[in-house]
T-cell receptor, first 116, second 110 residues
Framework: DTGVSQDPRHKITKRGQNVTFRCDPI?????LYWYRQTLGQGPEFLTY????????KSRLLSDRFSAERPKGSFSTLEIQRTEQGDSAMYLC??????????????FGEGSRLTVL | QKEVEQNSGPLSVPEGAIASLNCTYS??????FFWYRQYSGKSPELIMF????GDKEDGRFTAQLNKASQYVSLLIRDSQPSDSATYLC??????????FGKGTKLSVKP
């Protein structure tokens, strides 16, 4: 399977702990996106990378959130000092760049975070 | 803050009818517009994109764009129960990201 893969699929943690999610994009895609989705809402943009460069980060994103894509391949999203409001599905997506391909995001299955 | 607005629904239509889904956006400089479908418990998948004013047809789906009114719509003809899902409107930002609306839940009744 050469789709977008995310790990772990489900994470339960206690408030105040740090968590890290990993995303492996489709290999030929140079863009990688992180979104957060809660029940009944659309995906909320967090940040995106083109190759290893982080090109945009949502102003809504707390400084407890950090994302990296060190070699332009896989990416990690770390949440420090988790809060109950961080409970959500964290979606990773990838795409090629240029024209319509830029907007054709291929999503992974998501990593569901539950903060107790 | 760029916004994409959709009626959350639910929108219920009988099988075989036309489903009409609407979306408005706030950033007048937006250039690319997308419709994604999300089945319950699954991730979104792209069904159509449109860049120019007017209509774009793909099978049973037609996307319509009116940049002057900052309005995008999706028509689904001959709706099937398998079309029951949440439909997400997404708008391409100037920085290359995609901003999603909250989605409209569509239910097609047999």
């Amino acid at each position: 399977d050469t789709g977008v893969s995310q790990d772990p699929r489900h994470k339960i943690t206690k408030r105040g702990q740090n968590v890290t999610f990993r995303c492996d994009p489709i290999s030929e895609h140079n863009r990688l996106y992180w979104y957060r989705q809660t029940l009944g809402q659309g995906p909320e943009f967090l940040t995106y990378f083109q190759n290893e460069a982080q090109l945009e980060k949502s102003r809504l994103l707390s400084d407890r959130f950090s994302a990296e894509r060190p070699k332009g391949s896989f990416s990690t999203l770390e949440i420090q000092r988790t809060e109950q409001g961080d409970s959500a599905m964290y979606l990773c997506a990838s795409s090629r760049s240029g024209g319509a391909a830029t907007g054709e995001l291929f999503f992974g299955e998501g990593s569901r975070l539950t903060v107790l | 803050q760029k916004e994409v607005e959709q009626n959350s629904g639910p929108l219920s239509v009988p099988e075989g009818a036309i489903a009409s889904l609407n979306c408005t956006y706030s950033d007048r400089g937006s250039q690319s517009f997308f419709w994604y479908r999300q089945y319950s418990g699954k991730s979104p998948e792209l069904i159509m994109f449109i860049y120019s004013n007017g209509d774009k047809e793909d099978g049973r789906f037609t996307a319509q764009l009116n940049k002057a009114s900052q309005y995008v719509s999706l028509l689904i003809r001959d709706s099937q129960p398998s079309d029951s899902a949440t439909y997400l409107c997404a708008v391409g930002g100037s920085q290359g990201n995609l901003i999603f609306g909250k989605g409209t839940k569509l239910s097609v009744k047999p």
